[in-house]
């Protein structure tokens, strides 16, 4: 255990190799600034493997996550350590407390008392309301961290100017540094001060904030030098935004400072609309929660978009020549991520104010890896992902399923269902209702706004309502997003987002492909 423990230390990876009835397949760590490691038990012996697994744990204070039977959990050394019923006779007296080491809790607000006053005894963030604004403003100023509401999702907010300050950001969620962060600031000429003043890239600026600000509009240009490099990844670009959120403009008020910040979570997994789900991720870290304490009552949501904002790019293009040979420059603005302002609004907008020479396109399908430094957050392709494995059904599969018999694969079907959590849309797979685990309908009307407001909350509920899932599906919201974005209104398409990156872009498009993800195989 100890070579294991130095050569997890010194080692980015580790593959261990032996025979095929004993622990083969991978060890991959160091995922800064904590530990992950992933494992398949396929065609292992399951008690040696969770006996390995546990003592992993608790010798390492790190979190650890494996795949077991298709099934993804994670699991918190020390501070909650391990145990499972099963093998509690092999294993207990390595433990002193728990009864439940999964994360997942009974349901969206159901929690076991037991592990209700562990996490309890070992809350580190603390919860904050309106009343203790000035003291947020001030424990901003100094450099700690504040997570507060806006109309999107919970921010995780940082003095934006203090480079140390933005470091514990990164280092709180666990976050890579090639995803930038976003600057929120109280108002437009606060955010005219953090671009470089280009006269005619400030004036289209200008005309996007008065239009769209305060609101869910998110604005990238090329940064002034006062802004730090590690908020930007080092790509020279800053993204602003001014929220609406009246308990975040409050919060701006009272620092008298730039606020940058990310989702109020882990990296990667699904984004937080309340001040519970904050806590739920953020719970162990040195981090103030703000919560809206005047709704008007408790089902009000405290985000009320509640996906993240629309980001778009704007650039300098090449210069064209114009009838009368002289040379005109020419802009782009560029959508990077989905949100509330559409494509078409920010189009209409420059329209009017008669600037024909701004080009405005969208990019909604990007993707990359983690590795790859982006001037707007939200790119990976694994992103708002919930803890076990998650599927997009693409329409096809459903026409498929609707037209096949016994010995076409409906068996395999049926088996999919039984074992996974349906967050459907519009009603699409209302008629497997009574075959899935659980169901729920983002919006049985197909109303995008309704669907949007609680997607992440539904997201979250997915992930903990019952602990024998082992996938929860949805289906896709805008099938055909990738030929005509103009079909599709603008959180239709954010909808769609952030389904696909909590699925990881994994679209199950047919019963051959169902058969395959059962049977272990892409």
């Avoid at 020479?357 to 990359?368: A, E, I, K, Y």
């Avoid at 059904?393 to 079907?413: F, H, M, R, S, Y």
Wanted: charged share 20%; glycine share 4%; with cysteine.
């Amino acid at each position: 255990m100890q070579w294991l423990h130095e050569q997890l230390r010194e080692e980015r990876s580790l593959q261990l190799a032996t025979s095929s009835r004993e622990i083969k397949k991978y060890l991959l760590c160091w995922m800064q600034p904590a530990r992950s490691l992933t494992i398949s038990s396929s065609g292992i012996k399951r008690d040696l493997l969770l006996g390995f697994l546990l003592m992993l744990c608790w010798f390492r204070p790190s979190s650890c996550a494996f795949l077991s039977s298709s099934r993804f959990y994670r699991l918190k050394a020390r501070s909650v350590p391990c145990q499972f019923p099963a093998y509690q006779s092999s294993f207990g007296k390595l433990f002193s407390t728990p009864k439940r080491s999964i994360t997942r809790s009974v349901g969206p607000n159901q929690h076991d008392s037991t592990m209700a006053s562990q996490t309890k005894a070992s809350m580190v963030a603390r919860r904050v309301t309106r009343a203790q604004l000035v003291e947020c403003g001030d424990r901003l100023r100094r450099g700690d961290l504040v997570a507060f509401p806006t109309e999107t999702v919970y921010g995780l907010g940082c003095h934006a100017l203090d480079p140390s300050a933005v470091q514990k950001v990164f280092e709180a969620k666990e976050r890579p540094l090639t995803d930038p962060l976003i600057v929120h600031v109280a108002q437009t000429q606060d955010a005219l001060k953090l671009w470089v003043p280009h006269d005619e890239s400030i004036r289209i600026l200008q005309i996007l904030c008065d239009e769209f600000w305060p609101g869910p509009l998110t604005l990238v240009a090329p940064a002034a030098p006062q802004v730090p490099s590690i908020i930007m990844a080092d790509t020279g670009f800053v993204a602003c935004r001014c929220p609406m959120h009246p308990l975040a403009q409050s919060l701006l008020q009272e620092a008298r400072v730039p606020i940058a910040a990310p989702s109020a979570n882990k990296f990667g997994h699904v984004s937080p609309t309340q001040a519970d789900h904050v806590l739920d991720d953020l719970g162990q870290e040195n981090v103030w929660v703000l919560e809206d304490t005047e709704r008007t009552s408790p089902e009000e949501a405290a985000c009320q978009i509640g996906v993240e904002s629309t980001v778009a790019k704007l650039e300098i293009n090449t210069k064209e020549k114009t009838n009368s040979q002289l040379l005109q420059q020419r802009y782009t603005l560029t959508v990077l991520r989905q949100g509330a302002i559409s494509i078409k609004q920010m189009a209409t907008c420059l329209e009017k104010a008669g600037r024909s020479d701004v080009d405005v396109t969208g990019l909604s399908c990007r993707m990359v890896e983690e590795t790859e430094a982006t001037v707007a957050p939200g790119q990976s392709i694994k992103h708002y992902s919930p803890r076990i494995p998650s599927f997009l059904l693409g329409p096809d599969l459903i026409t498929e399923v609707d037209c096949a018999n016994q010995d076409k694969g409906e068996d395999e079907w049926n088996h999919l269902l039984q074992q996974s959590i349906i967050l459907d849309f519009g009603g699409r797979l209302a008629a497997w209702k009574s075959t899935a685990k659980q169901y729920r309908d983002l919006s049985p009307s197909s109303d995008s706004s309704q669907a949007a407001q609680c997607v992440f909350e539904a997201l979250r509920w997915a992930e903990r309502i019952d602990e024998s899932a082992t996938y929860i599906i949805f289906p896709q919201v805008a099938s055909n997003f990738h030929d005509s974005c103009q079909d599709y209104d603008a959180l239709t398409l954010a909808l769609n987002d952030r389904l696909t990156r909590a699925a990881s872009g994994v679209v199950l498009d047919s019963l051959v492909s169902v058969q395959n993800l059962l049977v272990g195989r892409e």
